[in-house]
């Protein structure tokens, strides 16, 4: 139950003055500065490639200003949990509850079963303030994508949710010794969650991103800048935090990208930027970045930061459904606008009449608690009808479950021969020799896209010239040079390569894997490999990029995209990467799509059957179907035979 008073004992000494909460214009126009990155990132404006740190930015400010809130009320001496909460309740709940049945009709409308059923289930967890860890649970690697998910916004959202449950109760208690020992106590804490957060980066990407405990010393920074200091920084050295604090944050937008370990270490440089602004600006003090950050049109989208970060997500998300594909040149800008608009008329009209408590006597509070346990409980029932239907399937009649995709990947041995995650050692090895019989061995490795292979050579065993061993891991591209924070196992499986290749014979060696994704820098690295393998005596063939579609192809089916007379369809597709190519000289190299595509124009569906399991991997008929048209290990007559056939 929430108490409705907690009045702290006096402080044993003298206290420095209650911080004023005067209005920080500048603080305004960093609220600007981190959700406009944020949009731009999202929309898919080029250039700002690290906008993600925006949500960081955030997190600073959030930490100052309830701080400094809770700061103020305890020394005027009516600081109380249920204040706190009603302030925070009149915050975030009016948008919360508005972006949730705003996305809930929009997924009925446009979400096949499989991913309205995710949808509901991210609703339940928003719901319960645990959107964050919905989203860590279930950030799979075949798990919705993550650019289709209405609500993945939502766990920055919980992350503070969740802070709110702690510091209204602790930070108090810490005052009631003094303003020192409270101090004190957050930044033990501050650098005991960054020290948390940088042993996960490489160990536990995921709870590092999403979960509290690894993101609490973001807002702690800010909540140690809401504490009043006697040391007035000169007007030199202000202006100098100043710009060397809005430096560091646009350094981390223009350079960082999604290979950037993070949050870890590489969040510091946003959240001491931000923190630098912050503090800079103090005590009423004016700096040229703080002019500019206190223009009227930054402090205005800074007024409208909340609401905007709220809407602008869903718009991206149903954008692409509706275009079924990226949006690109205008479709962009229309976007951006998008969001403005309804940021602005969500902030007019929804946000700010529900955030102030009337005026005149205390209020009784238990009809807000009562109306707000209330909706988040028929929030959570709707999210939760969601989940019990599995997505309201007869919206989309005859369109397969998304349980048939899984069914289909199980033929690629996951856990034995194709690692999701976990170490070398748990590579099945002879058990992964997928077909026999052949004398001479050759090794498929790659990532997923590598293993989409192995149902296709099953099935055409007897056509092979080599016996296959699969040494495939996902979202671990067959480079020796590749590092990566979502995958910590991948580099220790790619570097016993060469220790699988003598063990077992390999003559041969197949490299396959989604290359568009690899920064031009890791790419790069790819002649390196080949002639690392070539020393070992062994020769390589490497297959370039097969289609990748911007949507599921379940989604372009029940569409209609691309429909013809012939049952076939076919849809917009990305082109494949001419640099594979050129990197791959001296190596066999193959190009899957003159079997697929037709200019820009690929197959994903022939005579009523799917060759696409999802954006790209290939069903067990696609598989099939490349394998015959262009596997390097084909025998010729066999592959002659079968083009004959077709």
Known sequence: MIPTRTTPAPAPCPQPPAPALAYRPDIDGLRALAVLVVLVFHAGVPGPSGGFVGVDVFFVISGTVITRGILADVAAGRFSVARFYERRIRRILPMLVATILATYALALAFLLPTALDDYARSVVAAAAFSANVFFWKSAGYFDVEAQTRPLLHLWSLSVEEQYYLVIPVALPLLLARSRRVAAAGLLVALLASLTLSVALTGTAPGANFYLLPTRAWELLVGALLAFPSRWAAPRPLREAMAAGGLGLILVAVFTYDETTPFPGLAALPPCLGAGLIIAAGGGGAQTLAGRLLSAPPCTGIGRLSYALYMVHWPVVVFTRYALLREPAGWEVAGILAACLALAYAAWRWIETPLRHPPRGPAADRRPLFAATAALLAGLGGLG????????????????????????????????????????????????????????????????????????????????????????????????LAYRSRAKPGCRDFNAHVFDVIRAHGVGRVVLAARWDLLPARTLASLPDTLARLAALGVSVSVIGPSPLFAFDVAVLSARGAGARADGSAAWFAHPGDPAIRRLAAGADFIDPLPTFCDGALCRYRTEGTDLFLDTGHLSRAGSALAVRAYFPLLRHGAASAEAAGR
Do not use: M
């Not at 004398?439 to 293993?451: E, I, K, Q, V």
């Open 384 to 479: 939760l009808a969601g989940v019990l239907t599995h997505g309201y399937p007869s919206r989309f009649p005859g369109v397969h479950p998304g349980a048939l995709a899984a069914l289909e990947r199980e033929g690629w041995k996951g856990g034995r021969c194709f690692l999701e995650n976990g170490r070398f050692s748990d590579w099945a090895g002879p058990a992964c020799l997928i077909t026999a019989g052949q004398r001479d061995t050759a090794l498929l490795w790659g990532d997923s896209y590598a293993a989409h292979y192995v149902p296709g050579l099953e099935q055409n065993a007897p056509a092979l010239s080599h016996a296959i061993l699969q040494y495939t891991f996902a979202g671990c591209p067959p480079l």
